[in-house]
């Protein structure tokens, strides 16, 4: 797809993006803002990472501010989307459901808060944003879109992953249903679903080769994806080049989703 398309699609949309300061949302927030959006960096911890991001974004031309706000917390999302409108001077019409976090808890050694961690970060965040952005946008009458990052766990089990598993499975069925409630509205909204990508969240993974070739044997294409690759997935999502896709998961996973274990 031409750059240029993509560029006239996304010049000037307000986006969000959450848990922005690394990894996938990290590069969504720079590809976005290359294509000519203005983007919310939502963190949550040190500022340093997320303020690299927004100077990046301002040094290339673009508009960018950092915010932080855990996105788990009701009264935290209420002002991440108060702060966004006041910089956009609106509501904004792209959201990226992006931060999560993931612990391996075999089921007979997990506990509650382990559990309940993940789900508020991975599943009822979505949710508080989503109802935050459709609820802004639906006021205004404006269209927008919401692209989740969901995950290849939403489709395959994986043992010691049981609360990550749960809270992807739940945001596939999360991004039917609102899907099909805010079409209505002119409201596409999709989801985003990596295989194994090199970023934070498998820096143990990345550092010890023994396990990461084990992984790279899974994966059809031979390798781990880049961060941007999945930005460039969620780019054209965000895009009205999908101006018909919604409710539906795109797997960006060098054909993991394939099983190529199973011989
Ligand atoms: P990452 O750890 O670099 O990014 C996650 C970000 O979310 C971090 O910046 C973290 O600070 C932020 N975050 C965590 N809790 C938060 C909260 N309560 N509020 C706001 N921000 C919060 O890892 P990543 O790989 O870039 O992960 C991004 C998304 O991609 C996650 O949803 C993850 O489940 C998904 N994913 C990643 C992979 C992969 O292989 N890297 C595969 C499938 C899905």
């Given amino acids: ?14 986006a969000i993006v959450t848990g922005a300061a690394t990894g996938i949302g990290r590069a969504t927030s720079l590809r976005l803002a290359r294509v000519g959006a203005h983007v ?13 991001v927004v100077a990046q974004i301002r040094d290339a031309g673009g508009q960018a501010l950092a915010v932080q706000a855990d996105i788990s917390r009701e009264g935290d999302v209420a002002e991440l989307f108060a702060a966004s ?7 904004a019409d792209l959201l990226v459901n992006n931060a999560g976090i993931e612990s391996r808890h075999p089921l007979l050694e997990l506990e509650l808060d382990d559990w309940q961690q993940v789900l508020d970060v991975n599943l009822t965040g979505p949710f508080l944003c989503s109802r935050a952005f459709a609820r802004a946008l639906v006021a205004a009458d ?19 992953f049981a609360h990550y598993c749960a809270s992807k499975g739940g945001m596939k069925l999360f991004t039917g249903t609102i899907a099909r409630e805010l079409a209505p509205h002119r409201i596409r909204v999709t989801s985003v679903a990596p295989g194994a990508i090199r970023t934070p969240i498998n820096q143990e993974l990345i550092d010890d ?12 294409w031979g390798r781990m994806g880049e961060p941007e690759e999945i930005a460039a997935a969620i780019a054209w999502l965000a895009s009205d080049e999908a101006s018909y896709v919604t ?8 054909g993991m989703t394939q099983y190529p274990g199973v011989t």
Avoid: C
């Fill in 1 to 14: 797809m031409a750059g240029g398309t993509l560029r006239m699609m996304l010049q000037d949309r307000r």
């Fill in 40 to 52: 919310v960096v939502n963190y949550r911890g040190s500022d340093a990472e997320a303020d690299d």
């Fill in 85 to 91: 409108a006041d910089a956009f001077g609106g509501p």
């Fill in 142 to 160: 404006a269209p927008g879109a919401i692209v989740n990052v969901s995950s290849v766990h939403e489709e395959i089990p994986w043992p010691g």
């Fill in 209 to 220: 080769p023994d396990k990461r070739a084990d992984v790279e044997r899974q994966i059809p």
């Fill in 247 to 254: 409710g539906t998961t795109l797997f960006v996973d060098g």
